[in-house]
């Protein structure tokens, strides 16, 4: 469920907190700092709510819902067939359907990110971190402010 309408109003403007699962690899990795910096400005601080953060385990994305019910769908709908453009492998991934009732919507996001993208501690300590007493380093939550 997408967090804002086409129109672009907010889905759930009585929220007041987001839960986020997140895989411990590539940018939105546990020891990202740049992940939760971005979290607090684009989420918590943009619209007013507490994100709170639960990390998978390194390794353990196995357990993560995603990469079942619609990773593995997706990867058997294009097997065999080479993947030589972006259009056509977009093609591929918004033609994943299911008896079920999934049906993929994908779209090409062509912004270029900049690499090599540092924050400093006194930044990080701007983001106001409330680190969870279960698992410290892969829960937490980040409130707005």
């Given at each position: 469920m997408r967090w804002w309408r086409?129109?672009?109003v907010r889905r759930?403007?009585?929220?007041k907190r987001l839960l986020i699962h997140a895989d411990t690899g590539g940018s939105n990795a546990a020891?990202?700092?740049?992940?939760?910096?971005?979290?607090?400005?684009?989420?918590?601080?943009a619209f007013g709510i507490s994100?709170?953060?639960?990390?998978?385990?390194t390794?353990?994305?196995?357990?993560?819902?995603?990469?079942?019910?619609?990773?593995?769908?997706?990867?058997?709908?294009?097997?065999?067939t080479p993947l030589r453009s972006l259009k056509g492998m977009l093609s591929l991934i918004r033609g994943t359907v299911t008896?079920?009732?999934?049906?993929?919507?994908?779209?090409l996001n062509p912004r270029q990110y900049q690499n090599g993208v540092r924050v400093t501690d006194?930044?990080?300590?701007?983001?106001?971190?409330?680190?969870?007493?279960?698992?410290?380093a892969w829960?937490?939550?980040i409130s707005p402010g």
């Open positions: 086409d129109d672009g759930y403007p009585e929220a020891n990202s700092r740049v992940f939760k910096v971005r979290l607090k400005e684009k989420l918590a601080d994100v709170t953060v639960s990390h998978y385990p390794g353990a994305s196995k357990w993560n819902p995603i990469e079942h019910r619609l990773f593995s769908r997706i990867s058997t709908n294009w097997a065999g008896k079920a009732g999934l049906k993929v919507r994908a779209l006194e930044e990080l300590k701007g983001v106001g971190l409330q680190r969870h007493e279960v698992c410290p829960n937490y939550t």
